[in-house]
């Protein structure tokens, strides 16, 4: 890799401007940018989350498969035409859903953002993870076919993951999770 990273002040991005992979130069408030950037985003609250004290050893391996995953397809957003993320990356997601969502409750309401500091870091991930995913359909709407149709349901399949670890976090940290009452009013009022 040699000194890839030796200056880090470039001043080149000064006037709004940023270099992708394959050495040309968009603007900084581009839509292929702003998916980039969600992805970083990503990527640094599952960092977050891999942060916390005694994380269970299968999440934390886990999370650290989903974060290089998360660089790789930062990089395939970086180089336009470029191809990282595989039917396999989203195919382990699945896995991973299935095995963590195995062992949980069955929902019977909606869950708030919430659980404990790991969980509610998840959630806030999973939100991310949402947001970078619409970033990447409104570049693939402007771009075409430059966005990988694998790209976007990785990012799909990687919430669903989050929600059911967020769930999974929430055990390990409190024994419950936060559950929506809809009746709320209702048992306020006394009605």
Request: aromatic fraction near 6%; include cysteine.
């Amino acid at each position: 890799m040699g000194n890839r990273l030796s200056k880090i002040i470039t001043r080149t991005g000064d006037e709004g401007s940023t270099g992708l992979g394959d050495g040309s130069r968009i603007a900084k408030d581009s839509p292929r940018i702003e998916a980039v950037g969600c992805v970083d985003e990503l990527n640094s609250f599952i960092g977050v989350i891999l942060s916390t004290p005694a994380l269970a050893a299968d999440i934390s391996h886990c999370l650290s498969r989903v974060q290089h995953d998360l660089f790789d397809l930062g990089g395939e957003l970086a180089v336009p035409g470029y191809s990282m993320v595989t039917d396999a990356h989203v195919a382990q997601l699945e896995a991973d859903v299935e095995q963590f969502n195995s062992d949980l409750p069955t929902l019977k309401e909606f869950i708030l953002p919430g659980g404990g500091q790991a969980a509610a870091h998840c959630h806030v991930a999973r939100t991310v993870a949402r947001r970078t995913e619409r970033r990447c359909w409104t570049l693939a709407k402007t771009e075409g076919e430059v966005v990988s149709q694998t790209l976007v349901i990785y990012l799909n399949r990687l919430s669903d993951l989050l929600f059911v670890l967020s769930r999974t976090l929430a055990r390990h940290e409190q024994g419950s999770e936060v559950m929506w009452n809809r009746k709320r009013f209702d048992d306020a009022t006394g009605s």
